[in-house]
């Protein structure tokens, strides 16, 4: 089983609809949660940062972890064209030497 | 401007030959880090340094060495290569250990025939 689970999509929305990207995983000891957005033929740049549970917004950008559940989101509001990427999600335990990453979802914002 | 840098961008391997691929960061990091990325795979850390003058092995590290030369670069060596290491490497930074995030850098896209 892997560490991180998420689906690859791909996605495809129209501008201005409100998405919904997820990933879960295996191991309770994972405390930090990052999302990354990657564009293609891109290095990866980070988006949001969680610690723990609870809930993150930023802009149009919301993370909630739900560690009960073993459950992590992003949610995009009024999605727009230039959101089309893949979405990572990544995540470790304390000690942080080690992100764990899921495979990545693509999501495309039609016009 | 300011960030992590990855030489070359593209590279042609044949089976056998050996590289080094570099990278340099200059946000003054204590961390560095090398993944690979393959399709279906994710993101998958090869090797990565914590410090200066320390590396640790990630979980994919069979077939790769390391050197953390000094505080802003750490280079990623095949010795031998093969064509199961046809994959886009990334360098990454970061400030300290924790929860803050990674700077990747553009990868390198490496191909072994």
């Known amino acids: 089983q892997k560490e991180v689970e998420q689906d690859p999509g791909p996605l495809s929305v129209p501008e201005g609809a409100i998405v919904s990207l997820n990933c879960t995983y295996s191991n309770s000891a994972f405390q930090y949660f990052m999302w990354y957005r990657q564009y293609s033929r891109k290095g990866p740049e980070l988006l949001m940062y969680?610690?723990?549970?609870g809930n993150k917004e930023d802009g149009r950008f919301t993370a909630q972890v739900d560690k009960s559940s073993k459950y992590i989101s992003l949610f995009i509001r009024d999605s727009q064209p230039s959101d089309s990427a893949t979405y990572l999600c990544a995540m470790s335990g304390n000690t942080g030497n080690q992100f764990y990453f899921g495979t990545g979802t693509s999501l495309t914002v039609i016009p | 401007n300011a960030g992590v840098t990855q030489t070359p961008k593209f590279q042609v391997l044949k089976t056998g030959q050996s590289m080094t691929l570099q990278c340099a960061q200059d946000m003054n990091h204590n961390s560095m880090y090398w993944y690979r990325q393959d399709p279906g795979m994710g993101l998958r850390l090869i090797y990565y340094s914590a410090s200066e003058g320390t590396t640790d092995k990630g979980e994919v590290p069979n077939g790769y060495n390391v050197s953390r030369l000094n505080k802003r670069e750490f280079s990623l060596r095949l010795e031998s290569a093969a064509p199961s290491q046809t994959s886009v490497y990334f360098c990454a930074s970061r400030e300290a250990q924790g929860g803050y995030g990674y700077t990747f850098g553009s990868g390198t896209r490496l191909t072994v025939v």
């Open positions: 969680t610690y723990s549970s």
